[in-house]
């Protein structure tokens, strides 16, 4: 069955670092599109960044500069660096694989990880 498996996550001082991970398993990654979304609470959840099949990348604004999210196809894995991270930051961090091939389409959400910044 296909497995998105996050970790990485955990409690952090602002300004500090860290650096998430998505594992996955049963599906063609190199195909899919990778993302990571995030969802604090009281709110909706939000795309943090994107990366392509291709490689292409994409940020909220609220990060760029900050994150960055890469991808190993060798090892079927996601990664999103978040450095200088705030406060505002804090929330579940979700994995998103996407394959949108119409009239093919699916999509998939690991369990999610907690990110907390905070002194």
């Known amino acids: 069955q296909v497995q998105l498996v996050e970790s990485g996550g955990g409690l952090v001082q602002p300004g500090g670092s860290l650096r998430l991970s998505c594992a996955v398993s049963g599906i063609m990654f190199s195909f899919y599109d990778m993302n990571w979304y995030r969802q604090a609470p009281g709110k909706e959840r939000e795309l943090v960044a994107g990366?392509?099949?291709?490689?292409?990348?994409n940020y909220a604004d609220s990060v760029k500069g900050r994150f960055t999210i890469s991808r190993d196809n060798a090892k079927n894995t996601v990664y999103l660096q978040m450095n200088s991270l705030k406060p505002e930051d804090t929330a579940v961090y979700y994995c998103?694989?996407?394959?949108?091939?119409?009239?093919?389409?699916?999509?998939?959400w690991g369990q999610g990880t907690q990110v907390t910044v905070s002194s």
């Open positions: 990366i392509a099949s291709g490689g292409t990348t």
């Open positions: 998103n694989a996407v394959a949108d091939y119409r009239p093919h389409y699916s999509a998939y």
